[in-house]
């Protein structure tokens, strides 16, 4: 019996539409340090990226004179901003790259928390937290982007889980330190403060984030190498190609494709029911139910999401990394998307800490408020596992519309988790909270299961002749 030779079975085992295009006339291929070829492959460029080293509804509603539920509008005002702003400004960040787009967000998002400070009227603070929508928008959805620019396919689930940590956590950091600094010191110094650090952030951003768009195409090897600090100028990455409106249509381009619009129905769910729902609803509940201060609030909405999100993230990143290792050992070298999805199971935990929470709040005259502080935990861990997974998978799926595919999950967990605070009290208040929460932890396990069509599907659908893969942008 003939065997392959140790070229064929490398040639086997690389991704042809990412893994090669990287470095098509070279004849050595770059391995792992697992013996598996990497994807995409390198180029021999210095300026190539992979080859880098690898932070108070209460005080709020009393003084602009209106109801915890009204102030709760804030949030969502920002949520929906969020949102939709980037849709109009990241496209540019496959032309001009990702450093421009992101300093200038992170100066908005400093500026404008500052004005809110000081903000004068209510009407006034909403217009701020619109404007700051748009820039934490913008710098959110640039994150997958740079890490799919960065990092190999089989490491991209520890750094995305790295990133998901923090930006799921900032949520949860921010009523930790915004319950005392409201009681002690004033309400608008909840956005100052933030502001100030940003800023100090936009600096740090301007001297340690160099450019990390990069272009593929086999002809590059023609362009002028950049040195390390042309990568820190303006105007040293040249445009791709003037912007055209596809730039704009791509995240709806994208909804067409199923490994992208079922994960992000799903994962929409996720960040409304595993996060939102308990900082919309939870300065209320705490409240008026368990009789709690402004500082006790801020605890109880940080301390437990916060451990949630730790404890699922310890777990989260690489293991779906070794699931793809796992599956390549298994399978010739292949290395598949749908190996992430294996994952999965635990974002049960999410519906399960949901339902435990309103339980606990429906019997809090008979129960202590740490069993729904432990539904919080268990909602978080499950939360952080799908934000880890779901970004990672539908990058991989999709690598070099990796903007267009965080824009499309950007605006649609902002958008419905806008909602949230709309109907999440007014239902509570109607059925009762075991009764609310047990339907939306029932909505997001239904929406769940189209995913696991996906994990034993998903390649096949995506290969289908209705399902073509975008050439848009795939160069990068």
Known sequence: MSTKSTQEKTEQALNVNESLKGNPDSDQLKLDKTGLPLSPQPTERKDDPLNWSPAFNERLAE????????????????????ATG???FLPAANTYGRR?????????????????????????????????????????ALGPPIICD?????????????WALFINNGTHV??????????????????????????????????????????????NGDTKERSFLDLFLFGSTPARRPIVRRDFTGPFIMLRYLSVLLPAIYYMTCLAYGSVLFAATGSV?????????????????????????LIGEAGAGWFIDWLIYLHAKRHGGKRPPEARLDALWFTLLLPIGTIINGICISHSATSSWVGSAFGMVIASVGFQVATTVIY????????SQSVEVSLVLNFSRQIFSGLVSFYALPLAKGIG???????????????????????????????????????????I
């Open 150 to 162: 960065i990092y190999f396919l089989h490491e991209r689930g520890f750094y995305m889980g790295i």
């Open 100 to 140: 421009p787009l992101i300093l200038a967000a992170s100066l908005l998002a400093g500026v404008t928390n500052v004005v809110a400070a000081y903000s004068p009227s209510w009407t006034g603070l909403l217009v701020t937290r619109a404007f700051n929508g748009i820039a934490t928008g913008c710098m959110t």
């Open 433 to 475: 909270f075991q009764y609310a929460w047990l339907i939306l932890g029932f909505i997001n396990i239904i929406l769940l299961l189209p995913l696991v069509v996906l994990r034993w599907k998903g390649r096949q659908i995506r290969e289908s002749a209705w399902q073509k893969p975008p050439v848009f942008h795939d160069d």
């Open 63 to 82: 003084a602009f004179d209106i109801t915890p539920v009204e102030a709760s509008y804030e949030l969502t005002v920002f949520l929906v901003f969020a």
């Open 174 to 219: 921010a009523p930790l330190l915004g319950g005392p600094i409201t009681q002690k010191i004033g309400w608008r110094w909840c956005f100052g403060i933030p502001g100030y650090i940003q800023l100090g952030f936009t600096a740090v951003v301007a001297c340690c984030l160099p450019e990390t768009l990069f272009s593929r195409r086999p002809q």
């Open 86 to 88: 980037p849709l109009l």
């Open 392 to 399: 990672a998978y539908c990058t991989d799926c999709y690598k």
């Open 285 to 309: 509940v705490y409240k008026e139910i368990y009789g709690f201060s402004t500082i006790q609030t801020g605890l109880i909405l940080s301390i437990p999401l916060i451990v949630g999100n």
